[in-house]
């Protein structure tokens, strides 16, 4: 039985927030990002979908019951938090916030471009797919594939792995 999720977020989809005139995020990108931290609050515990922005990497400061949008540490902390739950919620199949439906025994497929000047990508990735080299990998789960592309020359090579892969798992 085939499983439709519909429309899924994209990261440029915009959400325009009440009350937001000169938020200083807005047409200086990304040089604002840190000088216009004091325009949020606080980044929530739980995005909008459900997922956990702490637990995997410890965040570092808190302000205003959430993660210190000031703390460049607690920020990237926060979001691979988010992805890290994200994927384990989805490999469980358990129903995303915002409406979306869970679909159980998904096997998730991860690609790296250009993750090696970024500390902790590959890890997390290889998390998100629950690749048998992951520290966190679950034979309770499907068993994912973590596929790396140091360039966009690589691509067509990490492309094919998965297809391969997926042609395996279809047989």
């Known amino acids: 039985m085939a499983h439709s999720v519909g429309a899924q977020p994209l990261g440029g989809d915009i959400v ?9 995020y807005d047409g200086r990108w990304p040089g604002s990002m840190w000088a216009g931290a004091q325009d949020v609050k606080s980044i929530p515990l739980t995005d909008y979908y459900g997922n956990k922005t702490t637990g995997y990497i410890p965040v570092g400061a808190y302000r205003n019951g ?5 703390d460049p540490l607690s920020v990237s902390a926060a979001a691979f938090n988010a992805a890290d739950d994200a994927g384990l919620r989805i490999r469980k199949g358990v129903p995303a916030g915002g409406g979306l439906p869970g679909i159980p025994d ?18 997390l990735l290889l998390r998100i797919s ?3 080299a992951s ?3 679950d034979s309770l789960q499907a068993t994912g594939l973590y596929t790396i592309a140091p360039t966009k020359d690589d691509l067509t090579d990490a492309f094919n792995k998965i297809a391969s892969e997926i042609v395996r798992l279809a047989q």
């Open 16 to 24: 325009e927030v009440p009350n937001s005139s000169g938020c200083r």
């Open 66 to 70: 959430g993660i210190d949008p000031s």
């Open 130 to 132: 629950n690749a048998t």
């Open 106 to 123: 998904v096997t998730v497929f991860t690609l790296g471009l250009g993750t090696a000047g970024i500390p902790g990508a590959d890890t």
């Open 135 to 137: 520290s966190s990998y």
